[in-house]
């Protein structure tokens, strides 16, 4: 089975930058129609961040991180990337990168997990 390991959180300033990086062991997630980002704080119902067609087509950014985040892609590399810019201190939570044929995972329309995702990589920012 595909693994998806995140890397690239940490603690950061608000106002500050990360980059998140997700590689895949295989290409097996890219058989999903879209992949992106999840990210949940403590009790706190899971968000979903960004996704992207796996075919390089349109990007969905929730609200809350529209113009200070983008998704993108390496599939060379078999690598997803998650820049984050502007970071506030709501910003915080474990992220996680995910791949599934649903979109509606991604826009809030489904409370199924993702049929694939990794085990998060942690994001703190303080203020």
């Known amino acids: 089975q595909v693994q998806l390991v995140e890397s690239g959180g940490g603690s950061v300033q608000a106002g500050g930058s990360l980059r998140l990086s997700c590689a895949a062991s295989d290409d097996t997630y890219r058989s999903q129609d879209f992949m992106g980002w999840f990210r949940q704080a403590p009790g706190k119902e899971r968000e979903g961040v960004a996704c992207?067609?796996?075919?390089?087509?349109?990007?969905y950014y929730a609200d809350a991180v529209k113009g200070r985040f983008t998704a993108s892609q390496d599939n060379a590399k078999n690598t997803l990337y998650l820049q984050m810019d502007s970071l506030k201190p709501e910003d915080t939570a474990m992220y996680y990168c995910?791949?599934?044929?649903?979109?509606?995972?991604?826009?809030?329309?489904?409370?199924?997990?993702?049929?694939?995702w990794g085990q998060g990589t942690q994001v703190t920012v303080s203020s």
């Open positions: 992207t067609s796996t075919s390089g087509g349109s990007t």
């Open positions: 995910a791949a599934d044929h649903d979109v509606g995972i991604w826009l809030g329309y489904s409370t199924q997990s993702p049929k694939y």
